[in-house]
T-cell receptor, first 110, second 114 residues
């Protein structure tokens, strides 16, 4: 499973886009990139995942570089409820482990 | 039903007690997981069940005993725990088809060992 590196904290103004970077330079060709978030004292929440192509769902967009060494999670219009720790994880095994790094603590401010 | 439920929400137990944590999902997922999360740390995997069989044990002490009675239920039996075992215990589930491994988590059980 790929080692990931994320900034420990970021701020974002409410209503603006939040762009959360992740470096995963050791990712292998069959490893997906997953993003989860954890709001204080709750269980982690799945956000989005991708392999090679950019992905978008109702929560966020995921931009993966062509060499797959890094990715960016985009929350297009951040709200106060998006304040959470965001985890970027590389994993390929179905039924395998997710190795959570330290994540990025995103604070959305009014 | 797209939820993973966990009971109880909170549990306080003494070091000589025996208790169990319960997890349930009705999404038809055939993989289920236990994670442990200490305060201000990321979740750490403890056990994985695939098709109701234990497939991964991350060298967890035997005072934690997992059980998967059927494809929807996952238990974690606790016995002779130590105060350092106090943590948030998270259950998750995922499907075992389609190539990807997105896991869906329950809200957790906050365990305090006195």
């Amino acid at each position: 499973d790929a080692k990931t590196t994320q900034p420990p904290s970021m701020d974002c103004a409410e209503g603006r886009a939040a762009n959360l970077p992740c470096n995963h330079s050791t990712i292998s060709g069959n490893e997906y990139v997953y993003w989860y978030r954890q709001i204080h004292s709750q269980g982690p929440q799945y956000i989005i995942h991708g392999l090679k192509n950019n992905e978008t769902n109702e929560m966020a967009s995921l931009i993966i570089t062509e060499d797959r060494k890094s990715s960016t999670l985009i929350l297009p219009h951040a709200t106060l409820r998006d304040t959470a720790v965001y985890y970027c994880i590389g994993s390929y095994n179905q039924g395998g482990k997710l190795i959570f790094g330290q994540g990025t603590e995103l604070s959305v401010k009014p | 039903d797209t939820e993973v439920t966990q009971t109880p929400k909170h549990l306080v137990m003494g070091m000589t007690n025996k208790k169990s944590l319960k997890c349930e999902q009705h999404m038809g997922h055939r993989a289920m997981y236990w994670y442990k999360q200490k305060a201000k740390k990321p979740p750490e995997l403890m056990f994985v069940y695939s098709y109701e069989k234990l497939s991964i044990n991350e060298s967890v002490p035997s005072r934690f005993s997992p059980e998967c009675p059927n494809s929807s239920l996952l238990n974690l039996h606790l016995h002779a725990l130590q105060p350092e075992d106090s943590a948030l215990y998270l259950c998750a589930s995922s499907r075992l088809s389609g190539g990807s491994n997105e896991q869906f988590f329950g809200p957790g059980t906050r365990l305090t060992v006195l």
